[in-house]
């Protein structure tokens, strides 16, 4: 017990104090994220809170010692200078997702082990690059790329803990604590964003760590989907409707769900409640399903999938209302 509360304080408390630092002092200017026409806040934000989450982590990451893999390590590393250059700087979408692609193909065959048929590996480097993407669209709204990085990671801590494996266990659970700390100062009106820097990594951990998890028996291959489900279908989902409305689906918008609840008048306090509440349900649903039997399991997924159908199709009718009330 008390390795978790170490691991949980360490992240936590430096990751709030070091974003907090960076929201207040001149740091701050370094890189803003300023709105414009698809942004839904209104002055100038600093979006360093990344390199705070990632410092807490990475304190308490020092102190487990984890056993993983180099190419891990350099993806890793490979993300984060790379976004970081790109909230410091800017760089195309071309040159970011190539980046992305590179780190995956990186980490792929070692978070894979023996496992390595060439279709497997394909679809985890797609994967992998994926979430790294979609981790960084669904960053757009105070408190929802926290919020889902602490139900998340806190989720597989829970799933790697019950498996037996203790130090996994104690690494997912340090990126949910740092996660926690950032949360402080990015819930409505948030003071600080993620910035690439932090909403890139955490999109790659939640994929490789699903994939270790998955590897050494910790969970079911698509655990890891239905926990981070609330992501993945917002983003996938507004990804096929733009492409089949003839958009560019590389663009920056204001089409996602998430966005659009807070356009519909929920308030971005309003829908980060409401995304919690969806997180939570997928949490437990996921760490209930890996108690049941295939049949059971199958159960839980085709209600997930039902939610999911119900959620999307609720909130384009209201946004079809919203359109012809303002036309």
């Not at 998955?214 to 989907?225: A, E, K, M, R, S």
């Not at 399991?297 to 209201?318: M, N, Q």
Request: proline share 4%.
């Amino acid at each position: 017990m008390w390795p978790a509360i170490s691991t949980s304080l360490i992240a936590f408390f430096i990751a709030a104090l070091t974003v907090g630092w960076l929201a207040r002092s001149r740091a701050a200017r370094i890189a803003l994220d300023k709105p414009n026409e698809r942004s839904l806040h209104a002055t100038p934000v600093p979006r360093t809170g990344g390199i705070g989450l990632l410092l807490g982590i990475a304190a308490a990451w020092a102190a487990i010692g984890p056993q993983l893999p180099w190419p891990f390590w350099g993806a890793l590393a490979l993300l984060i200078g790379i976004s970081l250059l790109d909230d410091l700087r800017g760089l195309s979408a071309a040159v970011r997702f190539a980046a992305h692609l590179l780190a995956a193909a990186l980490a792929a065959p070692a978070l894979l082990g023996d496992q390595q048929s060439l279709l497997l590996l394909v679809l985890v480097v797609l994967a992998i690059g994926w979430m790294c993407n979609l981790y960084n669209f669904m960053d757009g709204s105070d408190g929802l790329a926290g919020g889902m990085a602490i139900s998340g990671f806190l989720t597989y801590a829970a799933a790697a803990w019950f498996s037996g494996s203790a130090q996994f266990a104690l690494l997912n659970l340090a990126i949910a604590a740092g996660a926690a700390g950032f949360l402080l100062h990015n819930f409505h009106p948030a003071r600080i964003f993620l910035g690439d820097a932090g909403a890139v990594p955490l999109g790659f951990l939640a994929a490789a760590f699903g994939i270790i998890g998955w590897q050494q028996g910790d969970w079911i291959w698509w655990f890891p989907l239905l926990v981070f489900s609330p992501f993945i279908v917002d983003a996938s989902a507004t990804l096929l409707r733009r492409l089949l409305a003839g958009a560019r689906a590389w663009e920056a918008h204001r089409d996602h769900y998430y966005q659009r609840l807070v356009q519909l008048g929920l308030g971005h306090r309003g829908t980060a409640l409401a995304e919690y509440a969806l997180m939570s349900l997928c949490a437990f649903a996921g760490l209930w399903a890996l108690t049941l039997e295939p049949k059971g399991r199958c159960l839980v997924l085709i209600a997930a999938s039902l939610l999911y159908v119900a959620a999307i199709i609720g909130v384009e009718r209201l946004w079809r209302k919203r359109q012809k009330t303002h036309a």
